[in-house]
T-cell receptor
Framework: EPEVTQTPSHQVTQMGQEVILRCVPI?????FYWYRQILGQKVEFLVS????????KSEIFDDQFSVERPDGSNFTLKIRSTKLEDSAMYFC??????????????FGEGSRLTVL | AQSVTQLDSQVPVFEEAPVELRCNYS??????LFWYVQYPNQGLQLLLK??????LVKGINGFEAEFNKSQTSFHLRKPSVHISDTAEYFC???????????FGTGTKLQVIP
């Protein structure tokens, strides 16, 4: 069964360092997302991406964050200068159609980011 | 703006007993509703979804949910739980046409042998 894969599964970094989290969405999907879950808290929307541009972003997704689809398969989330409060589990998701059409997101297993 | 409330942060239940996990939503437009499950150290897996049509939705692993527009609820039920159902369950809502899914704070289901 097709699945969304994320790397790394766990990354530890020093505050102020740049981090890139990678995702390979399901191959025929057109919409891509990043969500995060701070330990013990709810899953929060960060950004959605379609047709090579951001379609929606939350207030969390400030100038320190960027997303990119550098080739036909990868979808990356970059945090330019990490802060302690960026420590969280980051989930990549993809969907084939607009959520109003099929309404299903497929999530990866997450990348745990620990900022020291 | 859309939001989801899951009033119960933890629900302990004995094995083979029935369970109901509560979810209430608010939205200014038509909604799409979802339940996701997260097993320990894993990602989110879709249990079931309501887009339109029948208000009783059946999902995987014997779970079902009922969409109640007048009460703005989408409670998740299972008639007989198993140890393997121990996980965290998230209710979520999406406004039609938008890309964002808003999650509730989650309910930890603890099945007791």
């Amino acid at each position: 069964e097709p699945e969304v894969t994320q790397t790394p599964s766990h990354q530890v970094t020093q505050m102020g360092q740049e981090v890139i989290l990678r995702c390979v969405p399901i191959s025929n999907h057109l919409y891509f997302y990043w969500y995060r879950q701070i330990l013990g808290q709810k899953v929060e929307f960060l950004v959605s991406f379609y047709n090579n541009e951001i379609s929606e972003k939350s207030e969390i997704f400030d100038d320190q964050f960027s997303v990119e689809r550098p080739d036909g398969s990868n979808f990356t989330l970059k945090i330019r200068s990490t802060k302690l409060e960026d420590s969280a589990m980051y989930f990549c998701a993809s969907s084939y159609r607009d959520l109003s059409n099929t309404g299903e997101l497929f999530f990866g297993e997450g990348s745990r980011l620990t900022v020291l | 703006a859309q939001s989801v409330t899951q009033l119960d942060s933890q629900v302990p239940v004995f094995e083979e007993a029935p369970v109901e996990l509560r979810c209430n939503y608010s939205s200014s437009v038509s909604v799409y509703l979802f339940w996701y499950v997260q097993y320990p150290n894993q990602g989110l897996q879709l249990l079931l979804k309501y887009l339109s049509g029948s208000t009783l939705v059946k999902g995987i692993n014997g779970f079902e949910a009922e969409f109640n527009k007048s009460q703005t609820s989408f409670h998740l039920r299972k008639p007989s739980v198993h140890i393997s159902d121990t996980a965290e369950y998230f209710c979520a809502v999406s406004d039609g046409g938008y890309q964002k899914v808003t999650f509730g704070t989650g309910t930890k289901l603890q099945v007791i042998p």
